[in-house]
């Protein structure tokens, strides 16, 4: 799939999944200030999806989402995002200006190891959110990349490396966030769709 294709369809899934979590933007933000970025220049080139006003309204806090449609024990770490054109990645890109990655694992019910594997994912969406300070995170990775498991993405031309959960969370001492969503409710069903079949485990 040619690059920029796989990305406009990328993007449309993360705005999707961006605007169910507007009670976790809400949350984390002075009075609820957030906006979700509808800029491909932004995204794209930036790294930024959502900026929010800080907790304490004295800070501006801008976000790059990770939705993961892989039902995994790892974080993917993008290193390239066009493997074959050197395209670096989110987490190798020195353009990337956001301060906070919001890595967000995306399941059907909790219980589940994979997906839709009991009748309860056929109503319910989980979303496990964690806020990881950017910058630490991308030094990290440079020094320490070569310990972990380089995989290809077929899809999209990528290739990152796989760092187990359990790792990083202890790491950068991690806090997880969860979120149940119904998927009668037609905003969850348009981020269904969006799935397109390729959530798979890892």
């Not at 994912?121 to 806020?131: D, N, V």
Request: overall charge neutral; aromatic content about 16%.
């Amino acid at each position: 799939m040619f690059y920029g294709m796989q990305f406009n369809k990328d993007l449309n899934f993360s705005e999707h999944k961006d605007i169910l979590l507007s009670d976790y933007w809400k949350e984390r933000s002075f009075e609820g200030r957030y906006l979700i970025v509808k800029s491909y220049f932004l995204q794209k080139n930036c790294g930024i999806d959502v900026i929010l006003q800080g907790r304490d309204n004295k800070s501006e806090h801008k976000i790059d989402t990770k939705h993961d449609r892989v039902v995994s024990n790892n974080f993917f770490l993008e290193e390239y995002s066009d493997r074959d054109n050197k395209v670096d990645g989110w987490i190798t890109k020195e353009t990337c200006y956001a301060d906070y990655i919001y890595y967000v694992f995306w399941t059907g019910c909790d219980k589940c190891s994979e997906y839709g594997n009991c009748m309860k994912c056929k109503k319910e969406l989980t979303a496990t959110a964690y806020a990881i300070n950017y910058s630490k995170l991308r030094d990290w990775f440079l020094k320490y990349k070569d310990k972990y498991f380089l995989i290809d993405v077929i899809v999209s031309k990528a290739n990152g490396r796989l760092v187990p959960k359990e790792e990083l969370i202890k790491i950068f001492e991690l806090k997880k966030k969860v979120f149940h969503f119904n998927q009668e409710e037609p905003i969850v069903q348009k981020a269904l769709d969006l799935f397109g079949g390729e959530i798979v485990s890892v």
